[in-house]
């Protein structure tokens, strides 16, 4: 008896042929084919497929090519100067002819990467509402999560294998934004698929919309998410336990990515749930592994180890704990011990330096400097813990601009003639100290990266490029490395690995920087794939046999080979 399979989505299935050529086979067609967006060619339907998809006189009589439809777009593109207008144009696009707006960007990534995500992104999530046109992804809210299964059964992809949630708690560096953070999950899935290989087929953007503490919200008309305070305690954890379930039902190859959860929250979801499904938390873990990425290169172009800096983190958010739980990391992997390695990294938050003798939030503990290594220090502010630490490394995760002022970074200078000053809130006004300015206080001589794309600094007749620590160089090459080994789960492991594939990356090719160009993030992510691949066969979390006692060169190609590229495949009627 033959054993039916079932088709990738409702909409269409890919098949092979028999030269092993992958084509589509549609499961509509006419008019309806054009209204799905990773079906719709445009006018680049050839005369052949008009005609056998009943397509013949819907369309304008041109064939194009899916270089010409980009190269046309791109003209209209450059003409829009705002850049939230430019994120609308983009959007739409993805909505109505996905595998050309996945071909646009893929083209121009390094200039559009700040449209579709940050900075421009905290934008779009702010005007979500507003600037809302089609409906994509899955929603969640108050009003229909005990009907989880039957809403994720609507979604017409079969085989999703990557799922970005966010409940917009903490989106950025901008806090709740409702149901507006729907344009987070968006805008990273269209990061995996540029940058990370992923078939957007494979994608689902998820919105937890448990509310928002936001009263302007809640009253104002236009705002489209449920109009209720945010769910907390039991009746949060009922509700994504209630997802979580659905999704293992529904998608059980799915990894989930959590996305923007408030400090407390993030770190509650990713313990409850990272053994139950294959799933990591960006803000704390991806955040942590690039900018040690950062560091690691930074100390190699001053000659030194990372085990020779002392670290001041500024902010104790989720991404500041996880930068100070990566800098650990790499310390203890140099040598250290606990011991040494609480006398050298400093996180501080509102309140100043994390001692182990004040009340803090229990995932601060672990981040703590011991009370007795500060005796006798002036204070614990922001100012002292730099020259009382001696510290060499600046790392700003607070969200507050002006942080790194001129006294600051001056201070720093006072430790080392080439102190690490590492901005890196986004957006762009929430950084703490321009690059221009932390360049020209030290006379070009810190060492800095950012968080939101920058141009480069002209000072004294010298060039000095900004590289930008962004996320975008981990997690998609984390996820697809964990999707190829089809991992029962994401390793703390896995993830410090991927920083070290991602600094040797950036080493090898460009050993002048601290991160490589933006124009390179799908050449990164596939190391950083081959790195998490490698990883979880170490650590017997991966389930996918084809992988296992291949070279790392052999790794690299299967990679290669399933890295999903914008193309428009052929159509075969059946």
């Not at 071909?103 to 992104?121: F, K, N, R, S």
């Not at 957007?200 to 937890?208: A, S």
Request: glycine fraction near 10%.
């Amino acid at each position: 008896m033959t054993q039916t399979t079932q088709p990738l989505t409702d909409h269409y299935d890919v098949k092979r042929d028999s030269d092993g050529h992958r084509y589509l086979h549609p499961l509509v067609t006419g008019f309806n084919l054009t209204r799905i967006p990773l079906l719709n060619k445009g006018t680049a339907f050839t005369e052949d497929e008009r005609q056998k998809l009943n397509l013949d006189g819907l369309l304008a009589p041109q064939v194009d090519t899916l270089e010409e439809l980009a190269g046309r777009l791109y003209a209209d593109y450059v003409k829009i100067k705002d850049p939230l207008e430019r994120h609308v144009f983009l959007r739409g696009l993805q909505d109505r002819n996905e595998v050309l707006f996945y071909a646009l960007l893929a083209a121009h990534v390094e200039e559009m990467l700040p449209i579709v995500y940050t900075p421009t992104v905290g934008l779009a999530v702010q005007k979500f509402s507003q600037i809302y046109r089609y409906a994509r992804g899955l929603t969640l809210s108050t009003n229909n999560i005990e009907r989880a299964g039957k809403a994720l059964a609507n979604v017409p992809l079969n085989d999703v294998r990557i799922i970005v949630a966010t409940d917009s708690s903490a989106i950025l560096g901008i806090g709740d934004q409702g149901f507006g953070g729907m344009a987070i999950s968006i805008g990273k899935l269209s990061l995996y698929t540029v940058a990370g290989g992923v078939g957007p087929d494979k994608t689902l953007p998820v919105e937890l919309d448990v509310g928002t503490g936001r009263a302007d919200l809640r009253e104002d008309p236009s705002y489209l998410g449920v109009k209720h305070d945010r769910l907390k305690g039991e009746e949060y954890l009922r509700f994504v336990d209630r997802f979580v379930e659905a999704t293992l039902e529904r998608f059980p190859k799915a990894i989930i990515q959590w996305e923007d959860f408030s400090k407390d929250t993030a770190f509650m979801v990713l313990d409850r749930y990272r053994r139950v499904v294959p799933s990591f938390n960006d803000d704390i873990q991806g955040t942590g592994a690039v900018v040690l990425a950062g560091v690691l290169n930074a100390c190699r172009l001053k000659g030194e180890t990372l085990a020779d800096q002392r670290v001041v983190i500024s902010g104790a958010g989720a991404g500041g704990a996880g930068v100070a739980a990566a800098i650990r990391e790499g310390m203890r992997r140099e040598g250290l011990t606990p011991e040494q390695i609480s006398e050298r990294v400093f996180v501080l938050d509102s309140r100043g330096l994390l001692t182990d003798d004040r009340q803090m939030e229990d995932y601060k503990k672990s981040l703590a400097t011991p009370r007795a290594f500060t005796e006798g220090w002036a204070g614990t502010g922001l100012l002292d813990v730099i020259r009382e630490g001696k510290a060499t490394v600046l790392l700003g995760l607070s969200g507050v601009p002006n942080t790194f002022d001129e006294e600051v970074v001056k201070a720093a200078m006072a430790n080392t003639p080439r102190p690490l000053v590492f901005p890196l809130s986004n957006p762009t006004a929430n950084c703490e100290a321009l690059p221009e300015d932390v360049l020209r206080w030290s006379n070009g001589a810190a060492l800095v990266a950012t968080g939101s794309p920058f141009d480069p600094v002209t000072l004294n007749g010298e060039t000095y490029p900004i590289g930008q620590g962004n996320n975008a160089f981990i997690f998609p090459g984390l996820g697809f490395g964990a999707i190829l080994a089809r991992v029962r789960e994401i390793t703390d492991e896995m993830v410090t690995e991927s920083a070290y594939a991602l600094a040797a990356y950036t080493q090898r090719l460009h050993p002048g920087r601290t991160f490589p160009p933006v124009s390179e993030l799908g050449d990164a992510s596939l190391e950083v794939a081959v790195a998490v691949i490698k990883q979880a066969l170490k650590n017997g979390v991966a389930t996918e046999f084809s992988i296992r006692g291949l070279s790392d060169d052999e790794l690299l190609e299967v990679v290669k080979a399933k890295f999903w590229q914008p193309k428009y495949l052929p159509f075969k009627v059946e």
